[in-house]
């Protein structure tokens, strides 16, 4: 018995991987999509008792994003959430000579994830009863503009989360919407990152707290809650200055 169908974009790797597995232990039946397609692969042949489909998809190819949502809910019969999750974390300080890493994650984290908005609410609004979820990721760094490297990727995660607000604010019938914002969760993202960072998490308990904000239906949730619900209060209350030295 299945408890509906998750669909999950950049989940070869990191969150999205983690996601797929934990939503998978809920009953749930996955839809998973990535450039990548081996882990894809690896991740359905651990999950023999759940229905898995994947497909290969660039979240930068807008075609390609209605296409793989189209066949996902033709496959399926119906889309019962969809985790708006892949994601890049290239950058450099603005005027440095590497504008292309800055555009290549703006298209990715802005663009991808208003072509995968689109996709998503074109299902859902075409499906007949229950109610179906919009879960957009975000970033404790799209609370404030960060310096730096982080300058453009903080800059497309505020972004993501105005979608998730503006899409919310329409009440479209039958849709719930979400939006996660992840504090530090080691990811392979982050995995240059030092390991004695602050209050990061492994990857297992980071993301079980984000199903479960999830899985709330959660209309914004920082997590894991703690610390970063108090560090998010202060984020959008302190002067750039004290922010610096938080983040």
């Known amino acids: 018995m299945s408890k509906g169908v998750v669909v999950i974009t950049g989940a070869s790797a990191g969150l999205g991987e983690e996601m797929a597995r934990q939503f998978g232990a809920l009953g749930y039946d996955l839809a998973l999509c990535a450039r990548r397609t081996a882990p894809l692969e ?4 651990e999950m023999p008792e759940r229905r898995v489909s994947i497909r290969q998809l660039d979240v930068t190819d807008d075609e390609g994003v209605f296409r793989v949502f189209r066949e996902f809910a033709a496959e399926f019969g119906r889309i019962d959430r969809v985790v708006v ?57 799209a609370l ?3 310096r730096r490297s982080m300058t453009t990727y ?42 004695g960072t602050p209050f990061m ?20 949730a920082y997590v894991p809650a703690w610390p970063w619900m108090p560090i998010g209060f202060a984020m959008r209350v302190l002067p750039l200055s004290a ?5």
């Open 42 to 45: 690896r991740l359905r042949d």
């Open 144 to 146: 404030r503009g960060m």
């Open 201 to 220: 998490v492994d990857t297992e308990k980071g993301v079980r707290a984000m199903v479960a904000a999830i899985e709330k239906r959660k209309p914004k």
């Open 85 to 141: 999750n892949a994601g890049l974390g290239k950058g450099a300080p603005l005027g440095t000579g590497r504008w292309d890493a800055n555009r290549e994650t703006a298209m990715v984290n802005f663009v991808g994830a208003l072509a995968q908005t689109e996709a998503a609410l074109e299902v859902f609004r075409k499906q007949q009863g229950g109610r179906c979820h919009l879960v957009l990721i975000s970033s404790m760094s």
């Open 154 to 195: 903080a800059a497309t995660k505020a972004g993501v989360a105005a979608i998730a607000e503006g899409v919310r604010s329409e009440r479209i019938p039958g849709v719930d919407v979400s939006v996660i914002f992840p504090g530090y969760i080691r990811s392979e993202m982050n995995a240059r990152v030092q390991q």
């Open 243 to 247: 922010v610096r030295k938080m983040v």
